[in-house]
Structures are given as structure tokens and as C-alpha cells.
């Protein structure tokens, strides 16, 4: 068997080594932590009834399929070639021959074995007497059979660790699918309940129109949208509060747009507040023109924000200008704002709430 096989079958071993083991094979486990201290000590074959080569037999009797006494036997293996070196080296090639005798029955496919038979080869020639027999090819067979097997088994290991990581790994994409669906679903009920509260709020403020219209005196004067802004004559005032709530009802921006600033949509969505630059062309614009303010935006959040952007831009240029806001609902189109002439006060009605 060549050193690739050999390598493949110590590293199937070292895997099943690292299996867990079952309360059934806790005796098993403690044989194998027997077999290291007794290599560790040097105890190889002796004393009888103490040795790590009895318990390698007796874990083999026990469980013949069980690969982890492969990597043990092998360092058995190479415990008996070191001592068959230090022999060499003092020329006692009998004691040599007999330690690697031992490890051609036992461990065939220990590394280093062969070089090291080799070696003594050329330096000692026992006699036809003292020939030990090696393994015979039912032993070199048990072996590589052995071998093919541990394979087998570390490609099964490596087969199920593979699978477990895919479906670790499904699993988490579909965590992350679900995540975002849930994310999206409640985005879309968020933006349903903004819609259905809009709505609302609108329908609360016509049916306090109507209820306002509807107890109003009937012979009660028209009064010119300007009219709600400036302090009116003794002569003119209205007859009740019930009035003025009235006209501050139906009061809508008519007068024409001095000028018109787009926003930037992006910015506004993202509550970016580097949006303050691109705003102070038109925080100038109505300082210069003492300009009221009508901002056109998707819904009163984009506009309650906006107008807190245009209140710090307008204080940095002039801190005792007071902005005159406004809404406008808009639908579709990209957010804008248009400066339109002074005012004492706003008069679309959505900006009271």
C-alpha cells in the first residue's frame, strides 16, 4: 500500500476518533485511553496482562469495526522502529530484527517500517534459522481491506458534514426571506393604517365643516379670504366664533406661486439632513421676499419634517424671521415648495393638525 492510502486511512481514523461516543462504548473509551499511557510509558509488550499490545487486541476482539485503534496500533508501530534504530545504531541487530518483527505481524503499514528494514538489511544477515516469517498475505489483505474501509468511512463523514452545512445554509436564506417578507408586510400595514388614519382625519374635518355650516346664521356676510388675515373693522367683525371657524374652514391658498424649489424626494424619504443645503436658495428666497410657504408633499410626516428643515435653514440666516407654512397634499409628482406673497397667517386648513 502506498503512503496515499496510508494517509487516507490514518486521516478516516482521526475522524472517527473525533465521533462522539455512545454510553455503550464508554469501556471502549477507557481501553483506548489505556493503550496511549501505555505507549506513553513505553509499555509495548510488557509486562504480561499490562501492555498496549494486549488491549490492541482485546479493542480489536471487542470492536473489529471500530477504526480508532487504526492511529494507535500505528504509533505502537512506531514506538517498536524507534527502539529497532537505537538498536541498529548499537549494532545489536538481533534485538533490531525481533522489534520489527513484531511490527510486521501487528502494524504492516507503519511509516517508517520498511526504510528502516532496509537499513538493517544491509548491515545484518541472520542466519537461515533465525528468518522471522512476515505477514502473511492474509494479514497484508485484513489490512488493506481495513484501510479501504476507514476511506469509506471518511468519505460518509465528510458526505453528512457537507449536507449539514448546505441545509444550515438553506436554513438561513429562508430565515432571511421570511425576515424580509415580514418587513415588508408590515411596511405595507404601516403605510394602510397612514392611509385609512389620513382619511379619517379628512372625513372628521368636512363633517365639522358641515356641522359648522349647517348652525351658521343664514344671513352671514362673505368674507374675502384676505379678510381672515387682517384686523377687521368694528363694522365688519363677524356675528360669532362660530363664523371665523367658518371662514378659517374654507380658507385655501389662490393667490399665485412667487416662485416654485423642487425637493429632492430621495433626501426627504431618507430623512437626510444634508437636504438643509440644497434648501438654502429657498430659505434666502423668502427672507428676501417676506414670502409665505406652501410645501406640496406625500403626507404630513415628509411635511411636518421638511418644515423643521426650512425653520433651522431660515434661523442660521436670520434667527427673528418667523416661516409662515402650509400643506398641500400631493399625490404623484415629485415633492416641491412654492413661496407665495405675505401673510399673517397659514391658511391651508391641513396645517392645524
Known amino acids: 500500500m502506498n503512503s496515499s492510502m496510508l494517509k487516507t486511512f490514518l486521516a478516516a481514523a482521526a475522524v472517527a476518533l473525533a465521533l462522539p461516543a455512545s454510553a455503550a462504548g464508554q469501556d471502549l473509551d477507557k481501553l483506548l485511553s489505556s493503550i496511549k499511557a501505555d505507549i506513553a510509558a513505553q509499555r509495548l509488550a510488557s509486562p504480561a496482562g499490562n501492555n498496549a499490545l494486549e488491549r490492541i487486541d482485546a479493542f480489536r476482539a471487542q470492536a473489529p469495526y471500530d477504526f480508532r485503534i487504526v492511529p494507535l496500533a500505528y504509533q505502537w508501530g512506531e514506538s517498536y522502529v524507534a527502539l529497532a534504530s537505537k538498536a541498529i545504531d548499537a549494532k545489536e541487530f538481533d534485538k533490531a530484527q525481533a522489534y520489527l518483527d513484531r511490527v510486521w505481524l ?39 481491506r481495513a484501510a479501504a474501509a476507514a476511506a469509506a468511512e471518511k468519505a460518509r463523514v465528510e458526505a453528512e458534514r457537507k449536507r449539514r452545512l448546505d441545509e444550515e445554509k ?104 444634508k437636504i438643509s443645503a440644497s434648501l438654502e436658495p429657498v430659505c434666502k428666497a423668502i427672507i428676501e421676499n417676506d414670502a409665505s410657504v406652501v410645501l406640496h408633499t406625500a403626507d404630513k410626516a415628509d411635511y411636518r419634517w421638511l418644515t423643521v428643515r426650512l425653520t433651522l435653514c431660515l434661523r442660521r440666516l436670520d434667527k427673528d424671521f418667523r416661516l409662515r407654512h402650509s400643506h398641500q397634499d400631493l399625490a404623484e409628482a415629485a415633492p416641491f415648495v412654492t413661496l407665495h406673497p405675505p401673510r399673517e397667517v397659514s391658511l391651508v386648513r391641513q396645517v392645524s393638525d
Open 106 to 144: 501487528v502494524a504492516a503499514l507503519t511509516p517508517g517500517l520498511e526504510e528502516v528494514q532496509d537499513k538493517l538489511d544491509k548491515l545484518y544477515k541472520p542466519s537461515s534459522t533465525q528468518v522471522a516469517k512476515g505477514p502473511s498475505q492474509e494479514d497484508l489483505e485484513r489490512q488493506r
Open 170 to 273: 438553506r436554513q438561513a436564506e429562508a430565515d432571511k426571506k421570511r425576515a424580509e417578507q415580514d418587513r415588508l408586510r408590515r411596511q405595507e400595514e404601516e403605510r394602510q393604517r397612514r392611509a385609512e388614519a389620513e382619511q379619517a382625519e379628512k372625513a372628521a374635518a368636512a363633517q365639522r365643516l358641515a356641522n359648522v355650516k349647517a348652525t351658521a346664521p343664514a344671513a352671514a356676510p362673505v368674507v374675502a379670504v384676505r379678510a381672515v388675515t387682517a384686523a377687521p373693522a368694528a363694522s365688519e367683525a363677524p356675528a360669532s366664533v362660530k363664523e371665523i371657524v367658518a371662514l378659517w374652514n374654507d380658507a385655501e391658498e389662490s393667490s399665485a406661486a412667487l416662485a416654485t424649489y423642487p425637493v429632492s424626494a430621495q433626501q426627504l424619504q431618507d430623512r437626510d439632513r
